[in-house]
């Protein structure tokens, strides 16, 4: 899922008039500037694309496409980093004994873009204005919130009401719980603000509409000054066209799974002065979200989904091996995640066959599809257009499933469209992702409490309101071992009613112009582009 927020579909209105008003003049002519190895010559650029347009940095309205940007305006609190949380603009942080506050102390001599100080009365002003925002339902950190007390300039303290072992957690998503400056703020408006103004290495500089976004060296930046004066984002929205400007040189490099597929990776990297590299870790999990409220209530039938499904074959068919069958709903390495599942479904066709028939679905033999009272066995599968790799992998999936009589619709649809759909429970199957380390496993089940596909699902399974009171319970415990014992019963319900189907782990890779890049090294994180990360060719 993209789901650094389940509550995108409350972000209609776009920021293109906040961003004509916080930088640099505003063009809506065709582009002007240099390419890539003619810039390079004057000054230090580094030019990337992405596949939507950059019109929308308000933090709470950005899509995957547009986490390219997260790291060059803002930064947050803290970090993630392998495992371990690691200080950004706070310096250092505890907890009360009783784990009701999380006191922060704040790093000092640090200023916001536009020059406002970066202190606690800044840090409150930005949480309090979160805190009513229905964006952050699903972010216990700010939604448990009872208050914010400034203790000294650089010291503040957030108060709950009980303890939860995932509150810090909860302060390292790298697109949402950053700070901006207050002056950008206002009261009541979550859809936009007014400017883009965080204090991150980069400061927002133009747009030109349809063609690119400019961001330049913040020259005040409290941490190592980056390499680069300059990144200039394109927007090119087709992916051939993407490989063609990485190869002219018009671009220096593409970032992420969601922009390449494995085979616009190996096309890439079979050029003349292109390389490539994958992470090492994995992102998230490519996962299918069963209705089990429509066609897919007979557990059976979610069973022979399971079944039918060859995750070798996808593996190795769509991404060269590089992203491998997920066995689990998360990677390894998630806290909490490391249970023992009660049931184990591998590819078995004759199983998912078996299955069909004690569900009472006959293949037709002249359309080969099961039907069952008069009626067909079809399924439509709805997925995020702009994931690169979604539509061939709906087709592979939709040919895999005919193979035991089921029909399968797929539907590509814009984000908010996506989205909105899921959450109404219009779908039979949805590519529903996980998400990073920090927000796994807790922030993939607290959306089933409200906003998410599961919801129109669970009520049609058998001992869903139990397994929805756990989802509440591990809200208000910081006892680890209890905490394990929910997850073991969360992870295990969800997988024997086949709530979830886990389908590969994915990987994150870039490719890029060796005459500018020598290479990359990716984070814990590797969905979140970072471009200090990047070794320059000397």
């Not at 390219?68 to 009360?96: H, M, Q, R």
């Not at 499904?309 to 060269?320: A, F, M, Q, R, V």
């Not at 099961?370 to 009626?375: A, I, P, V, W, Y």
């Amino acid at each position: 899922m993209k789901k650094r927020l389940l509550s995108l579909a409350l972000c209609g209105a776009l920021l293109c008039g906040a961003l004509a008003g916080c930088g640099g003049n505003e063009t809506t002519s065709a582009s002007q500037e240099p390419s890539s190895s003619q810039a390079a010559e004057e000054s230090k650029i580094l030019t990337t694309a992405v596949g939507a347009e950059l019109n929308t940095l308000y933090p709470l309205n950005m899509d995957v496409q547009n986490n390219i940007g997260t790291k060059l305006c803002y930064e947050g609190l803290v970090n993630y980093e392998i495992g371990d949380i690691v200080p950004c603009l706070a310096e250092s942080w505890e907890f009360s004994d009783d784990g009701t506050a999380l006191t922060f102390h704040l790093k000092e001599g640090v200023t916001f873009h536009d020059g406002t100080p970066f202190n606690a009365e800044a840090v409150k002003t930005d949480f309090e204005f979160a805190h009513p925002n229905p964006n952050f339902s699903n972010i216990s950190a700010v939604a448990k919130l009872e208050s914010i007390e400034v203790v000294d300039e650089y010291t503040v303290t957030f108060h709950y009401p009980n303890a939860y072992f995932a509150y810090l957690m909860d302060f390292c998503y790298p697109e949402t719980m950053v700070l901006v400056s207050p002056a950008v703020l206002e009261e009541g408006n979550y859809q936009s603000m007014n400017g883009v103004v965080g204090t991150g290495p980069y400061v927002y500089e133009e747009i030109v509409d349809g063609d690119y976004v400019r961001f330049v060296r913040n020259e005040n930046y409290w941490g190592e000054q980056p390499y680069y004066d300059e990144v200039i984002v394109k927007y090119i929205p087709d992916a051939s066209a993407r490989l063609q400007a990485l190869q002219s040189g018009e671009i220096d490099l593409i970032y992420g799974s969601a922009l390449l597929t494995w085979d616009d990776y190996q096309q890439a990297t079979s050029l003349p002065n292109i390389a490539g590299a994958v992470a090492e870790s994995d992102s998230k999990t490519r996962n299918l979200v069963l209705n089990a409220s429509g066609v897919l209530s007979d557990l059976k039938v979610r069973e022979a989904v399971a079944y039918a499904i060859d995750k070798e074959t996808l593996s190795e068919g769509l991404t060269y091996g590089e992203e491998t069958p997920a066995d689990h709903l998360f990677p390894d390495g998630i806290p909490y995640t490391d249970v023992e599942l009660n049931v184990i479904r591998t590819y078995d066709p004759e199983k998912a066959n078996a299955l069909l028939d004690e569900a009472g679905w006959v293949i037709n033999e002249s359309t080969g599809i099961r039907e069952k009272d008069g009626q067909a066995l079809s399924l439509k599968y709805t997925y995020d257009s702009g994931d690169a790799l979604n539509k061939s992998l709906a087709t592979a999936v939709k040919s895999q499933l005919a193979a035991v009589g089921i029909n399968v619709e797929t539907e590509g649809q814009e984000m908010m469209t996506w989205w909105q759909e899921g959450v109404a429970g219009n779908y039979d199957l949805i590519m529903w992702n996980t998400e990073q380390p920090y927000t796994s496993p807790h922030n993939y089940f607290i959306p089933m409490l409200s906003r998410s596909p599961h919801v129109p699902s669970l009520p049609a399974v058998e001992g869903s309101d139990e397994f929805l009171a756990l989802i509440e319970e591990f809200q208000t415990t910081d006892d680890s071992a209890r905490v394990q014992e929910i997850f073991d019963q969360l992870l295990n319900f969800d997988n024997d009613n086949v709530l979830d189907l886990p389908l590969l782990f994915v990987k994150d890779m870039i490719v890029y112009n060796t005459d500018k890049i020598a290479g990359y090294d990716f984070s814990s994180t590797p969905m979140f582009f970072d471009v200090r990360l990047i070794q320059p060719a000397e």
